[in-house]
């Protein structure tokens, strides 16, 4: 049996399939342990992927390399474009999966891996060995790595509530890691307490979709994914119904039994995924809350309740659920249950999302304070990315906000003081425009490529539609329309736009009523494939958007460029405030971009940090 | 973003224009000395290689092209020694205004960053030299050179603006966060966007903008003084003026033409408004290089000016040079007939026939006759007819006068593209640059509150 490894990865989540994926690629021998082998990239909530900004990370890791977009489009049952209208920077694939097929896949996938070892086993202690980490078993087998990435989910102390019956454990109804908390608290990591919850499953036969909205996909020409050819689906339905006054009076009537308010979660719970009594609670005069009902899969009679998550007791859940119109005669499948469990105090962790206090450990997924899917794989591409650049000695690979969402991510992540799990969203990003789902590629793949994410191959691809985009762009600089020309005639007859002189195509798409579709089409011209076309014609469209971004970019790199020593003394600094002091201490902030974004730290605060360290002549 | 000054060296005449015979120039940073070396040499032309602490020195100034500006005294502060704390290099030169100019524009050429208003003082304060109520009163209060002034920089230093803009900020989170809101959660309920109702909206605080930008540049000139340059030809009175409105003999009265060769500038308190006053060298073609040189940077200091007074002489035929003055002048001009004591060869009549857009004042600089009307009108032309007691916010700074003026081009963008059914998110994106360039104002960080609102308004996520 092999012992020693690269790299070890603890858990199988989200975020450690793209961990372990992006080390191997990356030419390191990798270690995967799961605490269940049936249970590889298990969702535990919804079986959705992707919406705005999480399906921009989603592209972004495709782009990268890694993989959830490709399991995403083999597993989809569902594809839907969501903001179509509302602008480019907006626009997002959203994807329901058959959770079954889904893990299916990504266990193949990994299973292929040559340099991937997968297997079952707790991890129950990490012991520091000279240069090297051992993990222990709870078997007692050990194994030894140079790296390791913890990337153990809701598993750390998990504790699931529904109603007052309380017991140890992880997502339904696995087992929880408690061995492997204790020993990396007892090594000085600092953990906080979150919390999140999931709603009740139902059995299809027992809904009345009559009484339901029916929510249709739509035929999409892509899906998530840069390099597999798209093999779209029959969409399969989800079905839209909603609560009601008398599901909010068996809230409210029972809410003392909610483990949520009856004071037996202590853990902070997210706004971004309520559960239906904090909804209740929180907005009262709300008359009505939307209910989805998500398939979890084609071979499955299970069903999913979006919105209706909670931690009443079984015979509330079950009472309200039949409030619902659709849902009168609802059978449970499983109870809904809200779990608590550890997460790293992020403070602790580095841009690399290296333990600071721990070389070579690594952190990524829930366990760092996210909640979401795509925001774990999005932490798991850049720790096994940063995994494997620590093992060959380089830098660690960083992005910035005005790069990818994953930047932004990270960003938040090591700057923000996270009091709720953090989910990614657009109105994040200061840079939206420039952060597209389309032109993900074009920001990101050449950085995979370097990194031996992407392959020879992929990246041949990329450079040919590159340059199929420049050549269009070049043609659209480069011709004109004239006012009586019969393409300007046509294009008159069919937007009412006259132009009165020559005019370059370039100038023509830039008018808010010129679509490119039909540009080609008066020019007779075939359309590009794929999304080829949203990338010319954004960046057209929107130049001087995009440029204002540019400029902010260009601000923003020259703080960042200001690197702050990890060891920088910041009592000796005359004149901080008290509240920025504590906070550049505890966050220990490694550029001067870093610090302006942690809350407390005034433009004074900064001024001073930079006077303080030109004096002293640091770089 | 938040911004931070920069730690480069910074540089800035230190004694308005006209206080004495001297003008000081401070060179604040780590750059100083070199800096120093680069302009500065030894009265014998050689370079300067050691530094003595704080012992005076006498030198010349080298322009970027090597000739010499001026002969000055110098001295250096080692860092942790000086006002500001950091390494601080001390010119005193000869008076002029556009002398000071050049030894500055030299020490810009050499590395040196223009400093902002109050920049020494702030640097004072972070390192350590000042605290910040001193640092606060230095800038705002002893900048102040008039009572009323003084009176705005309280007010300011209430923060009165600062609520004002901050509801304007409440109103434009109102209309983007469920812009936002509706962005990320696309398949939530979240009522849409009404379009022209939010074009009215943002109308209504557009208008708020430019009535706060209305008042910005006699705010500033409030909390910063106004320029006021006397020109005209030679021996018309200009100085004669000065001496009068100043109510003492400041400068020299000849009956020779072109008596005064630099300008010379005081400033005034016009009831309650401060104005430095810029008595010029006569404007005339001339063979004297002194002179010439001194018209030269008559016209210079006019580009600058907030108003500039056309002094004509009452005993005299209007000139066809003196007809130019008037008619170029980028201002609403002010012509000022001076001599009216004398008979009258052109008259009040006369010029207002020929220049209808012009005003003009009859005034006697001998007599005292018209100098109250002229005030009066000097006051009303630069910060209008306004009592600003009536007006009690006030933009007084150019950064913030700038960050409205930013905040309202995004809005203007924001209304136009409402109407031209531009895409939510860029709206979205222009809302949000409005709030960051107000937020340079009040410091309110825009992101983190966007969010918090979304979650406080809808109810949102599954
Ligand atoms: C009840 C519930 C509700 C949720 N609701 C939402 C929601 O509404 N919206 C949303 O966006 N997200 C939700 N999430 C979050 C989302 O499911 C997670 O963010 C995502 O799955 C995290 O991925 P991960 O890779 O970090 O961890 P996980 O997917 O949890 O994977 C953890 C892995 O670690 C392994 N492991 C743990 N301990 C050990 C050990 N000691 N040794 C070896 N292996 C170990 C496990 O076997 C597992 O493979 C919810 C999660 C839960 C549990
Ligand atoms: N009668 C009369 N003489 C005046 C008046 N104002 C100025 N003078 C005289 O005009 C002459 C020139 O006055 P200055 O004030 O020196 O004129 P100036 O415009 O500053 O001249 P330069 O500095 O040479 O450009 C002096 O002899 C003054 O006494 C006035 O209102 N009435
Ligand atoms: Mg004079």
Redo the contacts between chains.
């Keep these: 049996m092999q012992k020693y490894f690269d790299v070890a990865v603890i858990g199988a989540g989200h975020a450690g399939c793209e961990a372990a994926n992006a080390v191997a690629k990356m030419g390191f021998k990798t270690l995967l342990l799961t605490l269940n082998y049936n249970n590889i990239a298990f969702m535990p909530c919804?079986p959705s992927i992707g919406?705005?900004?999480k399906g921009h990370l989603i592209r972004e890791i495709d782009a990268l390399g890694g993989i959830i977009g490709r399991i995403t489009d083999q597993a989809h049952i569902q594809m839907r474009a969501?903001?179509t209208?509302?602008?480019?920077?907006?626009r997002?694939l959203r994807a329901q999966t058959d959770k079954h097929l889904y893990q299916e896949t990504m266990r193949k996938h990994l299973e292929k891996q040559p340099l991937i070892i997968m297997r079952q086993g707790e991890v129950t202690a990490l012991e520091r060995t000279k240069d090297l980490w051992r993990l222990i078993l709870d078997t007692g087998v050990s194994y030894e790595a140079a790296a390791v990435i913890i990337a153990t989910g809701t598993f750390l102390r998990g504790r699931v509530h529904i109603g007052s019956l309380s017991y140890s454990s992880g997502p339904q109804g696995q087992h929880p890691s408690i061995a492997l908390a204790e020993n990396l608290e007892a090594q000085g990591i600092k953990f906080k307490r979150f919390k999140t919850g999931t709603p009740a499953r139902v059995r299809k036969r027992s809904i009345d979709f009559s009484k339901m909205i029916e929510q249709p996909g739509d035929w999409l020409e892509h899906g998530f994914s840069y390099w597999l050819p798209w093999q779209p689906r029959t969409p399969v339905s989800c079905w839209l119904t909603y609560t009601n006054e008398r599901t909010h009076q068996i809230i409210r009537d029972n809410l003392h039994l909610a483990a949520l308010y009856s004071g037996a979660i202590t853990g902070i719970g997210t706004?971004?995924?309520?559960s239906i009594e904090g909804?209740v609670v929180?907005?009262p005069d709300?008359e009505r809350?939307?209910v989805?009902i998500e398939p979890e899969g084609l071979n499955t009679d299970e069903m999913y309740v979006?919105?209706l998550?909670t931690s009443l007791p079984e015979a509330v859940q079950d009472e309200f659920l039949r409030t619902v119109p659709g849902l009168e005669q609802v059978e449970i499948v499983r109870p809904g249950y809200a779990i608590e469990y550890d997460v790293v105090a992020p403070e602790q962790l580095s841009t690399s999302l290296q333990l600071r206090s721990c070389p070579g450990l690594f952190t990524a997924g829930q366990i760092n304070g996210t909640s979401g899917y795509e925001e774990a794989a999005a932490q798991g591409l850049i720790a096994g990315i940063n995994a494997g650049r620590y093992l060959s000695g380089e830098d660690p690979f960083v992005l910035g906000r005005n790069e990818a969402y994953i930047g932004v991510l990270v960003d938040d992540l090591i700057t923000k003081e996270n009091n709720e799990p953090y989910r990614v969203?657009?109105?994040?990003a200061?840079y939206?425009?420039s952060l597209r789902q389309e032109n993900a590629d074009l920001r990101l793949t050449e950085y995979g490529y370097k990194l031996k994410l992407i392959t020879d191959q992929e990246y041949e691809a990329f450079l040919q539609k590159k340059a199929r985009i420049q050549e269009k762009l070049r043609f659209l600089e480069e011709n004109y329309l004239s006012p009586n020309s019969p393409e300007a005639i046509r294009l008159q007859e069919e937007t009412g736009v006259a132009l009165q002189q020559k005019t370059s195509l370039q100038q023509i798409l830039k008018m808010?009523e010129i679509k490119l579709s039909l540009l080609w089409k008066i020019l007779d011209q075939e359309r590009s494939p794929g999304e080829e076309d949203d990338v010319l014609e954004n960046m057209v469209k929107?130049q001087g958007?995009l440029e204002?971004e540019e400029k902010?970019a260009e601000?923003?790199l020259k703080?960042e460029a200001k690197k702050i020593p990890p060891d920088f003394d910041y009592d000796a600094v005359?004149?901080l405030s008290m509240e920025a002091r504590e906070k550049l201490v505890k966050f220990r902030p490694e550029t001067?971009g870093q610090a302006?974004r942690i809350?407390g730290?005034?433009?004074?605060d900064?001024?001073?940090l930079?006077?303080w360290m030109?004096?002293n002549n640091q770089p | 973003?938040?911004?931070?000054?920069?730690?480069d060296t910074i540089a800035a005449i230190s004694t308005p224009p006209g206080e004495g015979g001297i003008g000081i120039i401070r060179i604040s940073g780590?750059e100083a000395a070199r800096i120093g070396a680069q302009i500065l040499r030894h009265p014998s032309g050689k370079r300067i290689t050691s530094w003595p602490e704080r012992q005076v020195r006498l030198g010349l100034v080298l322009s970027p092209e090597g000739t010499v500006i001026d002969e000055v005294i110098y001295f250096l502060f080692k860092?942790g020694r000086s006002y500001t704390g950091?390494e601080l290099l001390e010119i005193q030169g000869h008076g002029g205004y556009q002398n000071l100019k050049k030894i500055l524009n030299a020490a810009i050429k050499a590395g040196a960053r223009l400093a902002e208003p109050g920049e020494f003082t702030?640097?004072a304060?972070?390192?350590?030299r000042l605290d910040l109520v001193q640092a606060e009163a230095v800038i705002d209060l002893i900048r102040a050179k008039t009572d009323l002034a003084h009176q705005v920089a309280l007010t300011q230093l209430r923060g009165e603006l600062s609520a004002v803009v901050q509801e304007l900020e409440d109103q434009l989170f109102e209309i983007l966060v469920p812009i936002?809101a509706?962005?990320?959660?696309?398949?939530?309920?979240i009522p849409p966007l009404v379009r022209e109702q939010t074009a009215n909206k943002i109308t209504v605080i557009c208008r708020r903008l430019e009535e706060l930008l209305a008042n910005a540049d006699q705010g500033i000139i409030l909390r910063e003084a106004a320029t006021v340059v006397l020109a005209g030809r030679p021996n018309v009175g200009k100085s004669s003026l000065l001496n009068r409105l100043l109510g003492e003999e400041r400068v020299i009265v000849t009956p020779i033409p072109g008596t005064t060769r630099d300008f010379v500038a005081e400033t005034i308190d016009l009831d309650g408004v401060p104005a430095r006053l810029i008595d010029t060298a006569g404007l005339r073609e001339s063979d004297d290089l002194v002179e010439k040189a001194g018209v030269e940077r008559t016209k210079e200091i006019m580009k600058e000016a907030n108003l500039i007074l056309v002094v004509l002489d009452a005993g005299e035929e209007l000139t066809p040079a003196e007809e130019e003055m008037v008619i170029n002048s980028k201002h609403k001009p002010l012509i000022v007939l001076n001599k009216t004591d004398l008979p009258a060869v052109l008259t009040e009549e006369e010029l207002k026939g020929k220049f209808p857009a012009a005003q003009v004042l009859s005034v006697s600089a001998k007599t005292g006759a018209g100098l109250t009307a002229l005030k009066a009108a000097i006051r009303e032309v630069l910060i209008g007819r306004r009592d600003f007691e009536e007006h009690p916010v006030l933009v007084t700074r150019l950064r913030h006068k700038e960050a409205l003026e930013e905040a309202l081009a995004y809005l203007r963008s924001v209304v136009q593209g409402l109407s031209?059914?531009?895409?939510?998110?860029?709206l979205?994106?222009d809302l949000r640059?409005a709030l960051e360039a107000l937020g340079r104002i009040t410091?309110r960080?825009v992101?983190?509150e966007?969010?918090d609102r979304?979650?406080a308004q809808f109810?949102?996520?599954?």
């Design positions: 919804n919406g705005p900004g969501l903001n209208k509302k602008g480019p920077a907006v997002a706004r971004y995924c309520p909804k929180n907005f709300k809350h939307q989805f979006a919105g998550s969203m657009t109105s994040r200061e939206r425009l808010p929107y958007y204002r902010m601000r923003l703080t005359p004149n001067i302006s809350s730290v005034s433009p004074a900064l001024t001073t930079l006077i030109t004096r | 973003m938040k911004e931070m000054s920069e730690l780590a860092k950091e702030k640097r304060f972070l390192n350590g936002e509706a962005l990320d959660y696309p398949e939530d309920d031209r059914q531009q895409s939510e998110d860029l979205a994106i640059a410091g960080a992101s983190e966007i969010i979304i979650f109810c949102l996520g599954k």
